[in-house]
C-alpha cells in the first residue's frame, strides 16, 4: 500500500500560498475572503487560483504558467486533488475501524468512499482497506489510513523481532528489484538503515517503524508505518515523505497516531475470551508489514494488466499503434493477453481442489485458476484438453512462470519397485509421450516440442512421496525451455505437478515447483499414509509413471509475458520516482 503514498505525496504536491498570492495578484483578482479555518482557506485560496488560471487566455495564460513553471498537466492534478470531498480540522468517525479521527489544524481529510476512491484512481493495489487519507498543508505529506479486521493481534512474540536481520530481508527483497530496474535503466532503489527500529508501546497498544530509501544518487526518502492495536484487528498508519521533512519524534506519523483512537468497546483492552483472534502474533505482522514489498502483488498483477488491456481497448488508428509499439507487444500478443485477463484468476487464499481432494494454500505473489477455468487455462496455453487438470497458478513475481495441477486417480502407486527404474528408458517413454502430443499440436497450428535430456534425473523422496525430474525442452520454432515435473503420490492416485519455464530461471529445489509443493497437501484421509487394504491400486508401479506422459506446453505465454515483468516486480515505492522533477519544482514555494 506504500505505492498509494509515494504516487500521491510526489504527484498531488500543493502550491504554497505565498505562490497563490502572486499569482491572484497578476490576474489584478479583489475579492475579499471570509475568515475562515486554516484548511477552509487553503482550500478556498487553491480553488479560486485555479479559477482565475483557468479564464486566462492565450500568450497571458503562457506567461503566467511560465514565470510560475507550472504545466497544463500540473494545473489538472490540482484540479484532480482539489474536486475530491476534503475535510476540515475537526473530529470525525471512522465506521470502518469504529475509531475517531480528530484532525489537527493546518490539515485537510478524506474519508469513506473518496478515500477508496482517490487512492484507487492512483494505484493499481487494492484500495479497500482505505478509509482515510490525511494531508499535512505545510509539509505536503499524504498520510494513509487502513483498516484491518483480522482479530485481536497477541504481543508476546514481541521479542522474536530482529531488527537487522528483518533490515537484510528487505533490502535482499529490494536488491532483487534493482536487477529488474537496471535492465530496463531505472534508477535503482536502496533501502540503506532504519530510521527508527521496530518499536513497541504496549501501554498505547502500538508498534512503529521508518525505513531511508535512496534512488540513485538522489536525496533520501523515508517510509514510515504505524500499527494501532485494537479488539478486532489494527489500524495500519503510513507516510512517505522526504527525509528533510521527517521528524520521527514529533512529525505527522506521531501526531496523527496519537489523534487516532479506537471507539469504546473496540479498544485492545476490550477483548474478551471468544473474540476473534487473528493467526498471526505481532512480530510476524511487523515482519510482514515491513518486509513484504509485494503485498497484496496478485491483486495489483491482475489490476495492472485489466487497467492496460481496457486503456487499450479505447485507442484507435495511429495512437493504437504507437501505444502497443512503445509496450513492445503486437495484436496477436493482445489478443493472448485479453484472453488470459478474461478469466476468473483468484488471488492469496485456501483453495479446495475436488478433483483429488486437496487443498492449496496460495502465497500473496501467486494467482490460480482453479476448475474448468483452469482446463480453459491450460488449453489458452497449447495443451490438449484434459478434465485432469484442476488447477493452474502464476508466479506473479516473474510474470511468466506457471504452474499446472492435474489429478490421476488411478489409485495407489507402489513405490517399491524405485530401484528398478532405468532413466534413460524413462526418458524414451517421455519422448514417446512427445510424439504423440505433436500429433494433436499439428492439427492445432501449434510448434512441436521435443524433450533433449535430463536436466534432472528421476528423484524419489521417500519421506513427502514425491517423484521429480525436469528435462530440457525445444520446439519447432527454436524456443528452449525446461519441463519440470513433481507427482505427489496420494491414497488414491497422484497429483502431477509441472512448472513450464526459461532455464536460466530454473532451480532444482527451491523454485516455484517446491513452493507449490509446500502449499499443496491432500485432505486428512487421502495422504499416501492413510491407505487400506481393499482401496483400489494402479495397474502399475513408481518405475511405470512415464508411461503417456506429454509435456505442458506453454511458451507462447512465457515469452510474451516476460516484456511485462518490470512494472510489477518493481519496488512498490518506485513509482514515486518519475514525478519527482515535479515535486523539486513546486517545493521551491514551500
Known amino acids: 500500500m506504500i505505492q498509494i503514498l509515494s504516487f500521491l505525496c510526489l504527484m498531488f504536491l500543493s502550491m504554497h500560498s505565498v505562490e497563490a498570492e502572486e499569482i491572484v495578484e497578476n490576474t489584478e483578482h479583489t475579492e ?29 495564460r503562457i506567461e503566467v504558467l511560465q514565470e510560475y513553471e507550472v504545466t497544463e498537466a500540473d494545473l489538472e492534478a490540482k484540479k484532480a486533488f482539489l474536486n475530491h470531498d476534503w475535510k476540515v480540522e475537526g473530529k470525525y468517525h471512522l465506521p470502518k475501524s469504529n475509531s475517531t479521527l480528530s484532525v489537527p489544524e493546518g490539515y485537510i481529510l478524506l474519508t469513506g468512499e473518496d478515500a477508496i476512491n482517490f487512492a484507487n484512481s492512483k494505484s493499481s493495489s487494492d484500495t479497500e482497506s ?22 485481536y493481534v497477541c504481543m508476546d512474540d514481541w521479542k522474536e523481532i530482529k531488527p537487522k536481520e528483518l533490515l537484510s530481508r528487505i533490502q535482499k527483497h529490494a536488491a532483487l528489484a534493482n536487477a529488474k530496474r537496471k535492465q530496463l535503466g531505472i534508477q535503482e532503489v536502496q533501502i540503506t538503515e532504519w530510521l527508527i527500529k521496530p518499536t513497541i508501546n504496549r501501554k498505547k497498544n502500538t508498534m512503529r517503524w521508518a525505513l531511508h530509501l535512496t534512488e540513485g544518487a538522489q536525496g533520501g526518502y523515508v517510509e514510515a508505518q504505524a500499527i494501532k492495536l485494537g479488539k478486532n484487528g489494527y489500524e495500519k498508519v503510513t507516510l ?16 496523527l497516531l496519537e489523534a487516532f483512537e479506537f471507539d469504546s468497546g473496540y479498544r485492545y ?6 473474540d476473534k483472534v487473528a493467526h498471526y502474533e505481532i ?27 481496457n486503456t487499450i481497448s479505447t485507442l484507435t488508428g495511429d495512437e493504437r499503434v504507437a501505444e502497443l509499439r512503445e509496450a513492445g507487444i503486437t495484436e496477436v500478443d493482445l489478443d493472448l493477453l485479453t484472453r488470459e485477463m478474461s478469466l476468473d484468476w483468484q488471488v492469496k487464499g485456501t483453495y479446495k481442489l475436488d478433483k483429488s481432494n486437496s487443498t492449496i494454500i496460495l502465497p500473496d505473489e501467486y494467482i490460480i485458476l482453479c ?7 491450460a488449453e489458452y496455453h497449447g495443451n490438449v484438453k484434459s478434465e485432469n487438470f484442476e488447477a493452474l497458478v502464476c508466479d506473479t513475481s516473474s510474470s511468466r512462470n506457471l504452474v499446472f495441477f492435474e489429478s490421476v486417480r488411478d489409485g495407489y502407486v507402489s513405490i517399491e519397485d524405485w530401484n528398478d527404474l532405468d532413466p534413460d528408458n524413462f526418458l524414451s517413454e517421455i519422448k514417446k509421450g512427445n510424439q504423440v502430443a505433436n500429433l494433436e499440436r499439428q492439427k492445432r497450428g501449434l510448434p512441436e516440442i521435443q524433450s533433449k535430456g535430463w536436466i534432472l534425473i528421476p528423484t524419489l523422496s521417500k519421506i513427502t512421496k514425491t517423484l521429480y525430474w525436469a528435462t530440457e525442452v525445444t520446439d519447432s ?3 528452449e525451455f525446461v519441463n519440470s515435473v513433481a507427482m505427489r503420490l496420494g491414497r488414491e492416485g497422484y497429483e502431477k505437478l509441472t512448472w513450464i519455464g526459461e532455464k ?36 502399475y508401479d513408481v518405475s511405470d509413471l512415464a508411461a503417456g506422459i506429454n509435456v505442458v506446453k506453454s511458451i507462447f505465454f512465457i515469452v510474451f509475458l516476460k516484456k511485462f515483468a518490470a512494472p510489477i516486480v518493481a519496488i512498490v515505492t518506485a513509482i514515486a520516482y518519475k514525478f519527482k522533477a515535479f515535486f523539486q519544482k513546486v517545493k521551491r514555494y514551500t
Open 240 to 255: 512517505f515523505t522526504t527525509t528533510e521533512v521527517f521528524r520521527p519524534d514529533v512529525g505527522n506519523l506521531s501526531v
Open 269 to 274: 483492552g476490550d477483548f474478551v475470551s471468544g
Open 32 to 60: 475579499i475572503l471570509p475568515k475562515e479555518s486554516f484548511g477552509e482557506s487553503y482550500l478556498t485560496h487553491q480553488r479560486l487560483i485555479l479559477k482565475e488560471l483557468s479564464e486566462l487566455q492565450g500568450n497571458e
Open 504 to 539: 536460466s530461471s530454473y532451480v532444482p529445489f527451491g523454485g516455484d515447483l517446491e513452493v507449490m509443493l509446500e502449499a499443496f497437501s491432500f485432505n486428512p484421509g487421502y495422504a499416501y499414509e492413510d491407505f487400506k487394504p481393499g482401496d483400489k491400486v494402479a495397474d
Open 371 to 377: 476448475g474448468k477455468e483452469a482446463i480453459k487455462g
Open 283 to 309: 512480530a510476524t505482522l511487523t515482519a510482514l508489514k515491513a518486509g513484504d514489498m509485494d503485498a497484496d502483488l496478485g491483486k495489483r498483477f491482475l489490476k495492472y494488466w485489466r487497467n492496460f488491456i
Open 477 to 479: 520454432n527454436g524456443n
Open 130 to 151: 482505505v478509509e482515510a487519507i490525511v494531508y499535512d498543508i505545510e509539509t505536503t505529506d499524504l498520510i494513509l489510513f487502513e483498516n484491518f479486521q483480522e482479530g
